[in-house]
């Protein structure tokens, strides 16, 4: 059964320049229980899509059903059946953890006899039982996204957006947040819809779409989206690149790629070629190294580009040095 | 409907608890109605009251106070409003705009709330009527109370309007600029409106505040340039309209 459908979605935004499009005439489906992750670089179009999902946007064409309630005629249905944690804060801080909760649960018509069960469980889940009294702008950066985790939730939604939830994050506060994630679904009858940028991340999906340019390139489970590519990959720095990919491509039959890391291609049993192919190779290898291909590499076959995770860390701290000049 | 109201009540109950928490922000919305009142009023007073002969019964401390609580209403109302930008900018307008009420509530909600702090501000400023001459007796409160939440309603509906679509806190200027401080000078508080040159006129009498004014001197002081039906008439109206265009506004999303 499938919780969300979508059929040809379109979104136009008009700017000084014309028009632009976000997103891309995108058809997908995302089934119960799943966790299905959006992977692609930024402005590709991840997050208008989620805003669309949770009617914050409205499409140019195209449809998007949530648990079988229409984004466009139903707004107030579909907002009862999703959590959402946007990629920036949205807490009030000038107010408690449990205060922000509270509101959250007078929002959504949470009944009065549950809310302060409920709020503790969600509490407890999160770490931040001993912390709810405090106001929020005492709260590190993962304290407020556990916080926001709790708040989505608290209403029992049928489908948990999570946009960028790590971003910003180091690298522990990262991994304590997919704690929460993966008790969450083993607790919860949940689906979860994850946008990211970060490889790692996608891994843990069910099934992740690949988007670029606003339209999705790739979508399957990351083992099947893995074995497009030829088994092992093998990167190496030479020093004659030219001469080096010419070599291997005329040898092996392969295409080589090649960027600033140096040259990669892909071969079946990677552990065997490697002497062979050092040993046969009439150009100097500088450095060379094989690993088992990662959602980057079918990143990197399907769009000739890297995500590069570390632009986009640049974006966020230039963000949010605007943001505290704006203070 | 049962849904909207809960979320027109859960807003306001934000803006009031927040408004409760932020002392400072209390003392100063209180100081500064003080400042006009005491400083300026005293130092103008001196000079201009024989200017102004026998409009003035009384003096003219007293002849500004209703003013200064007008002035008092209109500041804490339109910066109620304003918090809704500020909420933009720190996010957390998005999480009530996701949750599933209509929007239009939150524009209601919006408006009681920045009413009601408001009106707390207003009821504060009565503190002073002992210094300024004036006798306040419980039933001119039970009058002013209703009173100071319908000004307080209209131009928080006004202020409403102003922010809903204003992306930074930079336009905070503009309004002040543009809008607040004519309002406030062009209302009466600080001088009668009779005998004011043609252009001035036109703008007293479309300027909702003036009927505000007039009403909170009425009750006080029992000075009327119109009647309280025709005061309370006008700004009820304005409100009226500007509330409905903050929902339509609202209505529409982002």
């Given at each position: 059964?499938?919780?969300?459908?979508?059929?040809?979605?379109?979104?136009n935004?008009?700017?000084?320049?014309?028009?632009?499009?976000?997103?891309?005439?995108?058809?997908?489906?995302?089934?119960?229980?799943?966790?299905?992750?959006?992977?692609?670089?930024?402005?590709?179009?991840?997050?208008?899509?989620?805003?669309?999902?949770?009617?914050?946007l409205?499409?140019?064409?195209?449809?998007?059903?949530?648990?079988?309630?229409?984004?466009?005629?139903?707004?107030?249905?579909v907002?009862?059946?999703i959590?959402?944690?946007?990629?920036?804060?949205?807490?009030?801080?000038?107010?408690?953890?449990?205060?922000?909760?509270?509101?959250?649960?007078?929002?959504?018509?949470?009944?009065?006899?549950?809310?302060?069960?409920?709020?503790?469980?969600?509490?407890?889940?999160?770490?931040?039982?001993?912390?709810?009294?405090?106001?929020?702008?005492t709260?590190?950066?993962?304290?407020?996204?556990?916080?926001?985790?709790?708040?989505?939730?608290?209403?029992?939604?049928?489908?948990?957006?999570?946009?960028?939830?790590t971003?910003?994050?180091?690298?522990?506060?990262?991994?304590?947040?997919?704690?929460?994630?993966?008790?969450?679904?083993?607790?919860?009858?949940?689906?979860?819809?994850?946008?990211?940028?970060?490889?790692?991340?996608?891994?843990?999906?069910?099934?992740?779409?690949?988007?670029?340019?606003?339209?999705?390139?790739?979508?399957?489970?990351?083992?099947?989206?893995?074995?497009?590519?030829?088994?092992?990959?093998?990167?190496?720095?030479?020093?004659?690149?030219?001469?080096?990919k010419?070599?291997?491509?005329?040898?092996?039959?392969?295409?080589?790629?090649?960027?600033?890391?140096?040259?990669?291609?892909?071969?079946?049993?990677?552990e065997?070629?490697?002497p062979?192919?050092?040993?046969?190779?009439?150009?100097?290898?500088?450095?060379?190294?094989l690993?088992?291909?990662?959602?980057?590499?079918?990143?990197?076959?399907?769009?000739?580009?890297?995500?590069?995770?570390?632009?986009?860390?640049?974006?966020?701290?230039?963000?949010?040095?605007?943001?505290?000049?704006?203070? | 409907?049962?849904?909207?109201?809960?979320?027109?009540?859960?807003?306001?109950?934000?803006?009031?608890?927040?408004?409760?928490?932020?002392?400072?922000?209390?003392i100063?919305?209180?100081?500064?109605?003080?400042l006009?009142?005491?400083?300026?009023?005293?130092?103008?007073?001196?000079?201009?009251?024989?200017?102004?002969?026998?409009?003035?019964?009384?003096?003219?401390?007293?002849?500004?106070?209703?003013?200064?609580?007008?002035m008092?209403?209109?500041?804490?109302?339109?910066?109620?409003?304003?918090?809704?930008?500020?909420?933009?900018?720190?996010?957390?307008?998005?999480?009530?705009?996701?949750?599933?009420?209509?929007?239009?509530?939150?524009?209601?909600?919006?408006?009681?709330?920045?009413?009601?702090?408001?009106?707390?501000?207003?009821?504060?400023?009565?503190?002073?009527?002992?210094?300024?001459?004036?006798?306040?007796?419980?039933?001119?409160?039970?009058?002013?109370?209703?009173?100071?939440?319908?000004?307080?309603?209209?131009?928080?509906?006004?202020?409403?309007?102003?922010?809903?679509?204003?992306?930074?806190?930079?336009?905070?200027?503009?309004?002040?600029?543009?809008?607040?401080?004519?309002?406030?000078f062009?209302s009466?508080?600080?001088?009668?409106?009779?005998?004011?040159?043609?252009?001035?006129d036109?703008f007293?009498?479309?300027?909702?505040?003036?009927?505000?004014?007039?009403?909170?001197?009425?009750?006080?002081?029992?000075?009327?340039?119109?009647?309280?039906?025709?005061?309370?008439?006008f700004?009820?109206?304005?409100?009226?309209?500007?509330?409905?265009?903050?929902?339509?506004?609202?209505?529409?999303?982002?």
């Open positions: 059964m499938n919780i969300i459908e979508v059929v040809n979605l379109s979104k935004f008009k700017t000084k320049k014309g028009a632009i499009t976000a997103v891309k005439d995108v058809s997908f489906n995302v089934k119960r229980g799943e966790l299905f992750g959006f992977l692609g670089p930024n402005g590709a179009g991840k997050t208008t899509t989620i805003n669309i999902l949770c009617t914050l409205a499409p140019t064409s195209g449809k998007a059903v949530l648990n079988s309630f229409d984004v466009e005629s139903h707004p107030n249905e907002r009862q059946s959590g959402l944690v946007f990629q920036d804060p949205s807490l009030d801080e000038r107010l408690t953890a449990k205060e922000n909760l509270e509101f959250h649960a007078m929002l959504y018509n949470v009944p009065k006899p549950v809310r302060n069960d409920r709020m503790k469980y969600m509490l407890n889940m999160v770490g931040l039982y001993d912390r709810r009294d405090d106001m929020v702008n709260f590190s950066g993962g304290m407020k996204r556990r916080l926001e985790i709790a708040r989505g939730l608290l209403h029992y939604p049928k489908v948990l957006f999570l946009d960028e939830p971003l910003g994050l180091d690298p522990q506060t990262r991994s304590h947040i997919w704690e929460y994630i993966n008790q969450l679904r083993k607790k919860e009858d949940i689906t979860i819809f994850l946008t990211t940028h970060y490889m790692a991340e996608a891994e843990n999906c069910d099934r992740v779409a690949i988007i670029d340019y606003g339209e999705i390139i790739a979508i399957d489970s990351p083992d099947n989206l893995k074995k497009q590519i030829g088994g092992d990959v093998i990167s190496l720095a030479a020093e004659e690149k030219d001469k080096a010419k070599a291997i491509e005329r040898e092996y039959h392969v295409s080589v790629m090649e960027n600033e890391g140096g040259l990669h291609f892909e071969i079946k049993n990677g065997t070629f490697l062979r192919f050092i040993k046969k190779a009439d150009f100097k290898i500088l450095s060379i190294s690993r088992r291909p990662t959602l980057e590499d079918v990143f990197l076959k399907l769009t000739g580009r890297h995500i590069r995770e570390e632009s986009a860390e640049t974006n966020i701290a230039v963000r949010m040095h605007a943001r505290r000049l704006r203070r | 409907m049962n849904r909207n109201l809960m979320g027109i009540y859960t807003i306001w109950l934000r803006d009031v608890r927040r408004f409760w928490r932020d002392r400072p922000r209390i100063g919305a209180t100081i500064q109605p003080a006009f009142l005491f400083i300026l009023g005293t130092g103008l007073g001196k000079g201009i009251i024989g200017a102004f002969g026998k409009d003035l019964q009384g003096d003219y401390l007293s002849f500004i106070y209703p003013g200064i609580i007008g008092s209403i209109l500041f804490t109302s339109i910066f109620s409003a304003i918090s809704i930008v500020w909420d933009r900018e720190i996010g957390f307008l998005k999480e009530v705009m996701v949750a599933p009420i209509s929007r239009w509530a939150v524009a209601v909600g919006k408006a009681f709330g920045g009413s009601t702090v408001a009106v707390f501000q207003g009821c504060l400023m009565l503190f002073f009527a002992p210094f300024v001459n004036v006798h306040i007796n419980l039933i001119m409160v039970a009058a002013l109370i209703p009173l100071m939440f319908l000004i307080a309603f209209s131009i928080t509906s006004l202020g409403i309007v102003a922010a809903a679509r204003m992306h930074s806190m930079q336009g905070f200027q503009v309004i002040m600029n543009f809008l607040v401080l004519p309002m406030f062009l009466g508080a600080m001088f009668p409106i009779t005998n004011l040159p043609k252009w001035m036109i007293v009498t479309i300027n909702p505040l003036t009927y505000g004014v007039d009403a909170l001197r009425g009750v006080i002081l029992g000075m009327n340039n119109y009647s309280l039906m025709m005061d309370v008439g700004i009820g109206g304005f409100g009226i309209v500007m509330i409905g265009i903050a929902m339509v506004i609202f209505g529409k999303g982002e």
